[in-house]
Structures are given as C-alpha cells and as structure tokens.
C-alpha cells in the first residue's frame, strides 16, 4: 500500500525507538515497508538496523556518504508501492502524525503531495531562524505555497517524484515542484519533538546558504517547464 522511507546517518541511537513507534501508529494499516537507507554511517547504525527483528524493513546501503538527498531518492527508487512517505532517522517526526497526512492523501484524489508543518519547533534558536530565513526567501520566489519545506514529514506521488529532475538538495523543494509541475499539495500542521540522542548531522549555515542557491536551480526547472 505504502513505503516509508527513512535516511540515517548516524542514528543508532534513535532508529529503534522511530521503528517501534511506527509500528504502533500504524497498526492498522497491514501492506506498507519501510526502508532504512544507512548513509553510510560512522557508528554502528547498520549494525543496530541489521539486528532488527521486523519483516517490513528493507536495508539500503551507500557505499559512502552522499546526503539527505541522495538518500532519499535511493530509497524511493528501491521501493515497492505508489505512494511514499518520509520523515527523518533522529524521531523529530512524531510517526502519530503519520495516519493523519495518510488518510488526507487516500481521501482526496487530487493531492499528489501532504506535508507537515511543523508547530513548536523543539530545535536551536540558530536553525530556527536559519529555517525560517530560507522559507520566507524561498516562498517570495517560488511561490508554493508552503511555509515549512524543511519538514521531511510528506505523504506523496512516487512516479510523479521521480519524474522530476534529481539534484543535491531536492528533498527541500517538493512542495514547489509538485506545484510547479500542475499538481495540488496539502499542509498540515504537525507535531516536532526535541531530539534524543546525538546531534544533527547537517550544518545549519551552509544548508541555508545552500538552500538559497538552489532556489535559482528550481526556478530554472519550473521555467523549462512554461517553455515547454
């Protein structure tokens, strides 16, 4: 029915947690996988997922560390279902707030893509702000209508996603490349926990710098798209 897809990259201490709070939350939902991609890790995260007693995982290994991304993409290549759903390694997402994006995506027909938005932020004041000077630059430009792109949390279309062009950093830019390509998108508002157990592993200046940058590669996307 659905494949979750989950990137990690030193994780080891978080990712059990995550998988049995999924499979509490979900319960009721029989058909779905969930797919632990190990960005290649430097603790012993793929040890702790390989040790996993749970017939709905599947393990994807990078052969070295290639980002959120990268990782991303590989697990929704390798998946099995239409419909994709991803949220972060650290527990951040609140996997009860999953159901809730599901059942909008399966209600209505239209929507190719739900998204959280995350309430409460539980993050440094410096990401805080960083996040949301990337989102106000972002939305003046791209107009999609989406004021959290950071939050992984997202039930979507897997063949429309894979339709689009791949780059470093796409997983920040689905709402306004789902927009951009003609497809409506649903927010809503979510649930954020305080992470547990290590720190995050990317850099909160150089992802809004980068985050800037990329927003001159989606505009060219979209704009091949109105030429076309």
């Known amino acids: 029915m659905f494949s979750i897809v989950i990137p990690l990259y030193n994780e080891s201490l978080n990712i059990i947690n995550l998988i049995d709070e999924i499979d509490h939350n979900l319960k009721n ?5 969930i ?6 890790s430097t603790d012993n995260t793929l040890d702790v997922i390989q040790n996993i007693q749970n017939k709905k995982i599947k393990i994807l290994q990078n052969p070295q560390n290639k980002g959120q991304s990268y990782s991303i993409h590989n697990g929704i290549k390798n998946s099995l279902n239409k419909i994709v ?3 972060d390694g650290d527990g951040q997402n609140d996997p009860s707030d999953i159901s809730k994006l ?3 995506f399966l209600k209505d027909k239209k929507v190719k893509l739900v998204g959280g938005i995350r309430v409460k932020r539980k993050d440094r004041l410096i990401k805080i702000i960083s996040s949301k000077v990337a989102n106000s630059i972002r939305s003046k430009i791209l107009k999609d209508g989406c004021q959290d792109t950071g939050c992984s949390l997202k039930v979507f279309d897997r063949d429309i996603f894979l339709s689009f062009p791949y780059f470093d950093g796409i997983h920040r830019f689905l709402p306004a490349l789902f927009t951009g390509y003609g497809h409506t998108t649903k927010y809503f508002s979510v649930n954020h926990r305080k992470r547990e157990y290590g720190k995050s592993n990317y850099g909160t200046i150089n992802r809004l710098i980068r985050g800037i940058r990329d927003i001159n590669k989606v505009r060219r996307i979209l704009n091949n798209i109105n030429l076309n």
């Open 102 to 104: 599901l059942e909008y």
């Open 85 to 87: 759903i991803t949220l």
């Open 29 to 33: 939902y029989k058909d779905f996988e």
């Open 35 to 40: 797919i632990l991609v190990n960005d290649a």
